[in-house]
């Protein structure tokens, strides 16, 4: 009877011992492999994640100035609408004449604010990428030169490559990255789309129908607001995010004491 209960007692020993070390390899297998960012533990560096980082920060910021001008980064005529400078997308001074596209490629200028402005921090970013990594017993090496950033938009979207030829070297091994690629969720484009389409539409008639937008596209509340030397400001809001640009526009100017 001793002999049996013995070596039933070894039994259960073996299960809970098992039991236990399947428990530890579960949470294991959940965890994984930690991923590093600038100031994370001692785990695994993961390069595209704290460029993200860097990248996503960056364009955050220039994306936010953008709104509030009219899409732009560098104003060059423009006119004060609570308190803020709005730049004229379609102007024409003097009178009957409808206003004249001041920036008919006004995407094209804004992938390349969006490009000026984040390329020396992104620069900045992979230096101190670089100081980082090394303190992890590690290796980045890449050239001097700065990145190569395109951009590039979509539906809520903007797109951004980052070119710049980098090696990683730990313990022993070496993996070579030639870009990179982020998405990053902004109304931007959108916003950009409608001034674009408002500015065509004032150029060709004059006018332009903000009611029947709205009820077409729901998402957009437009609203015109009308200054004393006929400057419309156009304010486009985006009921989904609650980011609002405003435009300015100038044309068909009527001489005062005509009716």
Known sequence: MIKRNRGQIAIWVILGVILVASILLVFLVREGPGIIGPNAGEEVFDLQSYLEQCTRQSVNEVTDIMIMQSGLLNLRNTVVFNNTRVEYLCDHVGYYDPCINQHPALLQEMKRDIASYITPKLDECFTNMQTEFERKQGDVAFDSSPPLVSVDFGRDKIFITVEKETTVTKLGESNTFDSFDFEINSPLYNLATIAMEIADQEAK??????????????????????????TKIYTIRDTKSGEVMNIAIRGCAIPHGLP
């Open 205 to 230: 008639y004059c006018y332009f129908e903000n009611v029947g937008y709205g009820v077409v596209y729901p998402r957009y509340n437009i609203e015109v607001f009308r200054m004393s030397d006929s």
